[in-house]
Every structure is written in C-alpha cells, then in structure tokens.
C-alpha cells in the first residue's frame, strides 16, 4: 500500500483502525529520522490467511507460520532546522495516532511514541503541544546497536563493501557477526565497539563529521543544499585545493615511506601557496576536497580504533555517507590502506536509519502488540517475532536519497 493514501481525505478514526500505523523517532542534530509501519489492505487474521499481497519470501512455509500481519516499514527523514516540516507529515499522515497507550496507566488517553537522538529531549514538549502525545526516550546508542544489530540479522542485503566502483553484497552469518566496530556518521561520529545483542561500548568519537562537512561546505562554496554540496563533489577535483607529495618532492614519489606523488600531503594546503582568493577556486573541487579531508580522517581514526580492540569488521552507517560512491570508496580506500588489507569496512543500505530502526524494535515485543491491539485477532500469538521481506529490498543505487519502504510481515509462534 502506498502510504500516501492516507492523505486523501480520510478522517483519523478511519486511517487510525484502517490502516494502523507504528511510528518512532531519531531526531538528531542535523536529520530527524522516521520509522513507521503501515498495514496492507488485506491483512491476515490470526493463522487464517485471507488474501496475501506480499510474498513472505525467504522464509518457506513450511518452516513458519502464516503472518498475522503483512504491510510496509517506511523510512523517511527530515531536516531537523525544519521540524515543523516533520510535524506536518506526521500530522498530514496521522502517524501520531500509531503511538501506544501508557501501560501504566491504560484508562488515560496519553500516547506515547518512541523516539531517541538528542531531539527526544529537545523537541518533547513541541510534540506534547503540537499533538498531546509523550516522547518515550530510547538512549541513542542503544538504539543505533539495537537497530545495526536487527538490520543485519534481518535484511538479506543489509551489509556491502564498496571499493574502485565495485559493490558487493556480503552474507552476514548471524552466527558470526560479533564483534564489529560501528562508526555511525551524522552531525558527529560515534565508534562503537559491539560484541553482542546489548552488549557494547562507545569507545571513540569526533567532532568532524557529516555536520562539518555539511557546515564547513555551506561557508565555503555558499551553496543552499546539502544535496547540491554532494552535487558539487561529484564533479569537482582536489587535485586543485589539495597538496600532494608530488607538489613538495617535484613530482615524485617519496617511495621509501610508501606515499606515492598522488597521495594528498595536505589537505587544502595548495591554497596557502598560491596568491588566490577563495572565489578563485571551483566550488566543486573545494566541495570534493573537503569531502575526501573528513572521509579519510574518519577512515584513519576508525582502524586505529579497530585496532585497539582487535576487530576485523568496520561498519559505516550515518546520513553522511548517503551511499555517496566517492565517500565510500575514500573510506574503504583510508581503512584497507591503514590496515594493510586487515580490517573490511562495509555499509548499510539503511545507513542512516539505524537509530531510528532500534528505536522502533525497542517497543514492547517490536511495537507489534500494540499494532495488533486494533485487529481482530481471533487467536492472538503468544510470541510474535518481525520479518523483513528479503527480496523486496529497493536497490536503489541510483536513489540516494535514502527515503524508501519495505515490505514486511508479522509472524506469531
Ligand atoms: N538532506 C540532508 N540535509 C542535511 N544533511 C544531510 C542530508 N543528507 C545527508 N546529510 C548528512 O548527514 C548528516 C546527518 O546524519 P545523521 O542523520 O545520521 O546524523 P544526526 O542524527 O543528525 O546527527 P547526530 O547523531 O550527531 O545528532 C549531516 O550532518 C549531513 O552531513
Ligand atoms: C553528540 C552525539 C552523540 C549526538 O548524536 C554525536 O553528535 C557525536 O557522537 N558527536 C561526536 C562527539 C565526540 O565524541 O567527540
């Protein structure tokens, strides 16, 4: 079902036991993230099996029930200078109404929703004014583990490696995920050490992330978007901004340490020795030169890290990435050279819903009693347990956006 159905005029109470929604939340810095699950049309009622228009692929028949619940689980985000924004689409979808109940107190008509990120503080009484609902707080690293832990268990093609334009899925044996490092990337960069199902530490971070090259882009080419920054990086070269070891050692290598004339010396350092002016320079090669100084220095700083601890496996989420092929390759490149081939960094499809993904699942049993609460479940399951269709995941490598849905049913057991 598309989701946008529910804007063609239906009042609430119809959308509310129509269609049933689930939301939760990651507000951060820079992006407020969403997470919300819409029922199909024709949903399956206890194991009686009606009609179903989604396949439960990848899970044979015979080896599970028959879903309760078929539908969609919609990402979307927002920026968060724009909340208002957000507000509006979720006012405009009515995804307020999919909250649950307080248990606590289940006469009383509070909904709460799930939300984590540090606008789950900042932006609880906009929510409580704007809609009269709680925002239930999930801590932001429980929930970005929760949510890399469930991506990659869950999601057949979750997890790929991205190097010299080559994209190649990696099978996740569930049994051997742990330990990995995870280096999630928004406004700054957390680095999370994760050895099982809550069980982790935040063991580094730093200030130089996705909000800086985001802030750092805007003062220097003055464009309005972050999109367009990215635009203007595809296109531009830093060759002309940057400093190589060619540009020192008169066009050689400096072999003897390993840095070949095309290796950077210095990022930016070209412009303090030419007489130019800032609007002398291209905004694209700033734009490239700058987005290759922070994805290598996040690629350095995450093997040092992997190294200390011993780990093998590096795992990039965050919206800075955007499945940006260069951004990708800078930080595969950063990690495979530092770690003389050791360590492997890879990335999720769902990079930048990660928060928002463990923010969603650490509802009561996933959210799902509350999702069923309005079925008429003629036998409701005991234990309930959430499926991603696998072979319905977007490829979307031309997308880049990262807005999408997916289909997804709810088995019981
Ligand atoms: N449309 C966009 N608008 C603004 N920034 C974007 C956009 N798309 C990607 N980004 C990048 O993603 C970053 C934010 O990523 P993400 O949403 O993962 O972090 P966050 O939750 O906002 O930050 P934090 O976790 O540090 O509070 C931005 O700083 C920017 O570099
Ligand atoms: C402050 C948070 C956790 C907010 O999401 C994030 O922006 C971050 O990890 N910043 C880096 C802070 C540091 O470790 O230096």
């Known amino acids: 079902m598309d989701p946008r159905r529910a804007e063609t005029g239906k009042n609430s109470d119809q959308i509310q036991s129509g269609h049933v929604y689930h939301l939760a939340l990651d507000i951060g810095g820079s992006l ?20 179903s228009p989604v396949k439960a ?14 539908g969609r689980l919609n990402f979307k985000k927002f920026e968060t200078s724009k909340i208002n924004d957000c507000l509006e689409f979720i006012n405009s979808m009515k995804l307020h ?30 929510f409580k004014e704007k809609f009269g609902i709680s925002l239930d707080k999930e801590d932001e690293m429980d929930c970005l583990v929760a949510g890399a832990n469930f991506l990659l268990e869950t999601i057949h093609q979750e997890a790929f490696t991205y190097m010299g334009n080559q994209k190649q899925f990696v099978w996740i044996d569930k049994n051997d995920l742990y330990p990995y490092l995870l280096v999630n990337i928004g406004s700054g960069v957390g680095m999370i050490k994760v050895e099982g199902d809550g069980k ?15 802030g750092l882009g805007k003062l220097l080419t003055k464009c309005k978007s972050f999109d367009e920054l990215l635009d ?6 830093n060759r002309a901004v940057d400093m190589l070891v060619g540009d020192i050692y008169g066009g050689m290598d400096y072999s003897k340490i390993g840095l070949s004339s095309t290796t950077i010396a210095s990022s930016f350092g070209r412009a303090i020795s030419e007489n130019k002016e800032r609007d002398d ?29 011993g780990l093998k496996r590096i795992f990039f989420g965050g919206f800075f990435i955007r499945r940006h092929p260069f951004t990708m390759d800078t930080l595969s490149v950063a990690v495979n050279f530092w770690s003389k081939g050791e360590a492997k960094a890879m990335f999720l499809q769902h ?18 009693k509350e999702l069923l609460a ?40």
């Open 32 to 51: 407020a993230k969403l997470v919300y699950f819409t029922k199909n049309d024709e949903h399956i009622v206890g194991s009686e099996k009606k009609k």
């Open 57 to 70: 692929s990848g899970i044979s028949n015979s080896s599970r029930n028959s879903p309760v619940l078929n």
């Open 97 to 126: 109404l999919g909250g649950c109940q307080q248990p606590e107190s289940p006469g009383s008509q509070t909904i709460t929703i799930k939300a984590t990120g540090g606008g789950a503080y900042k932006y609880a009484d906009l």
């Open 200 to 214: 982790f530490e935040r063991v580094s971070g730093t200030s130089i992330g996705g909000g800086t090259f985001w």
């Open 232 to 237: 203007l990086s595809y296109r531009g070269n």
């Open 281 to 309: 320079y291209k905004p694209e090669d700033i734009a490239r030169s700058l987005l290759r100084m922070i994805s290598n220095n996040i690629g350095q700083i995450s093997y040092l890290t992997a190294l200390r601890f």
């Open 351 to 368: 990079e930048g819903f990660l928060g928002a993904v463990g923010a969603f699942m650490s509802s009561d049993k996933h959210g799902l």
């Open 374 to 413: 309005n079925q008429k479940v003629e036998r409701p399951p005991s234990k309930l347990s959430f499926s991603l269709d696998q072979t319905q995941v977007p490829q979307q490598d031309g997308e880049l956006n990262g807005d999408e849905s997916i289909e997804c049913s709810v088995y019981g057991a």
